[in-house]
């Protein structure tokens, strides 16, 4: 699928002060935590037999791609609005405590895209990463922690203050108060993506657990 995107006109952009203050700071990218209810989502998950990992990247992309600021990213340091975004994330090598990053184009299914991304993970074999598709601008970085429940996180990164592709990550969830709670972050790159609509996206998907 060849992304479709668009040139920001700044001068007629609402969002041209925020953007311009920004773009210009050192460390332009931050990140917040949250905790969420996946109670719904796992029994969802369960009853159909299906992975929880490749379930849960399509719900939070389908939910993200909704959210016209999580789709801006730099081209040339010039601001674009993409029209879909797709995931890149961590899956494990078969046999071996080692990963790889495995990049999906979405589908419009979830059934569709968990097919999708087995079959990519399996042809990608013990390669660790598919550099021209990791060139696309139109990408969100995602990885997991399902070991333990987590309260910080950080991500590896180039000092680019021009980087403004989504990193995501969630951990193992646990029981609290009869309640499956498990927590996720999101880095973003302050000159596109303000706190309204990180909360806007937190919402959106919380009400999609509950609701599948």
């Known amino acids: 699928m060849v992304t479709k995107m ?8 609402d969002r041209k002060n925020t953007f311009n203050y920004f773009k210009q700071i050192d460390v332009p990218r931050y990140l917040m935590t949250f905790d969420l209810d996946v109670t719904r989502f796992f029994q969802y998950v369960k009853e159909n037999k299906k992975s ?30 993409m029209d879909y975004t797709h995931p890149s994330f961590t899956d494990r090598i078969e046999g071996s405590e080692n990963f790889k990053i495995v990049t999906v184009i979405m589908e419009d299914t979830i059934d569709a895209f968990i097919e999708k991304a087995k079959l990519i993970s399996k042809e990608q074999g013990n390669q660790f990463i598919n550099l021209e598709m990791e060139k696309r601008n139109d990408l969100v970085y995602i990885t997991t922690f399902p070991w333990a429940k987590y309260t910080q996180v950080s991500h590896a990164h180039n000092m680019d203050k021009y980087d403004a592709i989504p990193r995501l990550v969630w951990g193992k969830f ?9 927590p996720f972050s999101i880095e973003v790159h302050h000159a596109f993506v303000d706190g309204l609509h990180i909360g806007k996206l937190i919402n959106m998907l919380q009400e999609q657990l509950d609701n599948i």
Do not use: A, C, G
């Open 6 to 13: 668009i040139k920001i006109n700044i001068k007629q952009w």
């Open 52 to 81: 929880f990992y490749l379930s849960f990247i399509y719900q939070v992309i389908h939910t993200m791609n909704k959210i016209e600021n999580f789709r801006y990213r730099f081209i040339d340091e010039e601001p674009y609005l």
């Open 174 to 182: 646990e029981e609290v108060n009869e309640k499956l709670m498990m």
